[in-house]
């Protein structure tokens, strides 16, 4: 239990550290538009995009995304009503939250998970991309930490669960 007591701790500093200063403010308007390309709409415009033009290519870019998340989306439901772990602003009064999340549990996140699950493919299909997606998804998380509805070990989770998905769902697909 120590050291469970020990990550809270850190990501209680962590968030304080993020959210409490003068710039949180202005940074949170940037964070809103960031976090707003993981809400899902731009995968559908990406997986579209690859499926109608680049052939056999795209066709397998969509197939390992949709198989992705749907091995990624009840793992993330059942965390998140299993572990049920509040959201920064509900464990300390000095973190802010600069917007409603959808749910009400924060452990994993799954704005990040999406991210670096479509990090991942796409940087499986087209690796010059590569770079460019995982620092994208790598913003979309921090984001989350910068509106105040996750902490540092949420984010890091969701990562390593959207990335996990996307390794299984290649080694089924054989990509």
């Given at each position: 239990m120590r050291s469970i007591e020990s990550i809270a701790k850190l990501d209680l500093a962590f968030s304080l550290f993020c959210l409490q200063n003068r710039f949180c403010y202005p940074i949170s308007r940037l964070s809103k538009a960031v976090s707003h390309t993981g809400d899902g709409h731009l995968y559908v415009a990406i997986g579209l995009m690859a499926f109608f033009f680049d052939g056999e290519n795209g066709k397998l870019f969509l197939l390992v995304g949709l198989l992705s998340f749907s091995i990624e989306l009840p793992i993330y439901w059942?965390?998140?009503n299993v572990f049920?772990?509040?959201r920064p602003p509900e464990l300390s009064t000095l973190i802010p939250s600069f917007i409603t999340p959808s749910d009400r549990y924060s452990l994993p996140s799954g704005h990040t998970a999406a991210?670096?699950?479509m990090a991942g493919v796409i940087g499986h299909f087209y690796p010059d991309s590569?770079?460019?997606a995982m620092c994208w998804?790598?913003?979309i998380?921090?984001?989350r930490i910068l509106l105040g509805v996750h902490f540092l070990t949420?984010?890091?989770l969701g990562?390593?669960?959207g990335m996990a998905c996307v390794r299984w769902s290649l080694q089924w697909v054989g990509g």
């Open positions: 059942l965390a998140k049920k772990r509040r991210a670096f699950l590569q770079v460019f998804a790598s913003l998380a921090l984001s949420d984010v890091l990562a390593c669960l």
